[in-house]
């Protein structure tokens, strides 16, 4: 067995690549082997960092979810499609994110933008906004009902 498949190697280059942030399994198998380790190194790997709770999807769907709604908030479609990308299996994409509500998170961004928007008349002030809550993922519909809220608040002050 070559020395860059040995178990100890793999160890150490996944939990340098942990040190960053947490990762999902699928990142972490992705990296091991582009730095050329063999499969059966790799899963031994995968296999001491899920018994050192180093590896977990669930947690790292729970934090990946958390810090994108404090610091970058999107659409729970695109912090879906964001987790499915990283290789979060489907069933654990669906839990963590059930509780997100995409109205509420539209509203906030909103709220937050409405300083630079209060000036503009409603279809400049729609198109901007609209686009702003369509970048970061929401529906039609979201970004049509957080749009009309924000412009009824913002004409009664």
Known sequence: MPESDSLQDSLNAAYRYLSYRPR?????RHRLHRRGFSNEAVEKALTRLREQHLSDDATFAQFWKDNRLSFRP??????QKELREKGV????????????DDEAIAYELGSARMHALAHLDYPHFYRRLSSYLAYRGFSY????HTAALLWQEGQRH
């Open 89 to 100: 299996a489907a069933e654990v994409v669906d839990q963590v994110t059930g509780d997100i």
């Open 141 to 144: 519909e979201v970004v049509k």
């Open 24 to 28: 999902s399994e699928a990142e972490i």
């Open 74 to 79: 999107k659409s729970k479609r695109l912090l």
